[in-house]
């Protein structure tokens, strides 16, 4: 899946921001997993600007380019807490507190998610 920056909004407050350090209007991301918590809106995890760094970004600010969906994506839902769509892989408790930690298996395993993403949507 795919989306294009097409504005930049505050999460906080709504409101619309002419910059924003992270994204760059009218630029395609690809979206890593899909999050949806309890009572707010929903957020695409994309690599921004940087090139390197995983995050959350309100899904207001992007329209669709591409829909398709990886294979490896299943849903992690919480009851009354949250909804996502990701890589099963990223489910595993700790993972993520691995990958930023550095941790080299879960950031092989990362990369072998973004790869098999990359590739079901070129």
Same mark, same amino acid.
């Given at each position: 899946? %795919?989306? +294009?920056? &097409?504005?930049?909004?505050?999460?906080?407050?709504?409101?619309?921001?002419?910059?924003?350090? @992270? !994204?760059? &209007?009218?630029?395609?991301?690809?979206?890593?997993?899909?999050?949806?918590?309890?009572? !707010?809106?929903?957020?695409?995890?994309?690599?921004?600007?940087?090139?390197?760094?995983?995050?959350?970004?309100?899904?207001?600010?992007?329209? *669709?380019?591409?829909? *398709?969906?990886?294979?490896?994506?299943?849903?992690?839902?919480?009851?009354?807490?949250?909804? %996502?769509?990701?890589? +099963?892989? @990223?489910?595993?408790?700790?993972?993520?507190?691995?990958?930023?930690?550095?941790?080299?298996?879960?950031?092989? !395993?990362?990369?072998?998610? %973004?790869? *098999? *993403?990359?590739?079901?949507?070129?």
């Amino acid at each position: 899946m %795919k989306v +294009r920056c &097409v504005k930049f909004i505050d999460e906080q407050t709504g409101q619309t921001l002419d910059s924003n350090s @992270w !994204l760059s &209007v009218g630029k395609e991301y690809r979206v890593l997993s899909i999050y949806m918590q309890h009572g !707010l809106p929903m957020k695409f995890q994309l690599i921004g600007d940087d090139g390197e760094t995983p995050a959350y970004h309100a899904a207001n600010q992007f329209e *669709i380019v591409t829909n *398709i969906i990886p294979s490896t994506w299943v849903v992690d839902f919480e009851s009354d807490s949250y909804f %996502k769509l990701t890589p +099963r892989n @990223w489910c595993n408790v700790g993972f993520w507190e691995d990958y930023f930690d550095g941790v080299p298996e879960a950031v092989d !395993l990362f990369d072998s998610e %973004k790869a *098999i *993403i990359t590739k079901e949507d070129p």
